[in-house]
């Protein structure tokens, strides 16, 4: 079992940034898969980017705006957040699996831990 911990939410206005960071404990190793997602105001989870061992995947919506970056001596992920819209609004969660590949890494199916979530307020 991985424990998840996310900082880094708040409001903003429409084209700034913000930084999530998620913390994993728990576990001995750094190599597995970590991802995040969000959930919109009434509408299902859905995979917003995640990062293995061949590199980062991306959901259409937030290619060229986010950027997603693990650093393994730390057991921490970052999604960094460009040019930010209102339709980002939503509750972001932290995700972990202790495989280091998924098939599908945008699927929260996927994931076996998850951490609270981190409110992001985008306003115009």
């Known amino acids: 079992q991985v424990h998840l911990v996310e900082s880094g939410g708040g409001s903003v206005q429409v084209g700034g940034s913000l930084r999530l960071s998620c913390v994993a404990s728990?576990?001995?190793?750094?190599?597995?898969?970590m991802g995040w997602f969000r959930q919109l105001p009434g509408k299902e989870r859905e995979g917003v980017a995640s990062?293995?061992?061949?590199?980062?995947s991306y959901a259409h919506f937030v290619k060229g705006r986010f950027t997603i970056s693990k650093d393994n001596t730390k057991n921490t992920v970052y999604l960094q957040m460009n040019s930010l819209e209102t339709g980002d609004t939503a509750i972001y969660y932290c995700?972990?699996?202790?495989?280091?590949?998924?098939?599908?890494?945008?699927?929260?199916?996927?994931?076996?831990?998850w951490g609270q979530g981190t409110q992001v307020t985008v306003s115009p």
């Open positions: 995700a972990a699996d202790l495989r280091t590949y998924v098939p599908s890494p945008l699927s929260s199916d996927m994931y076996h831990n």
């Open positions: 728990g576990y001995d190793r750094s190599d597995f898969v």
């Open positions: 990062i293995d061992l061949q590199g980062p």
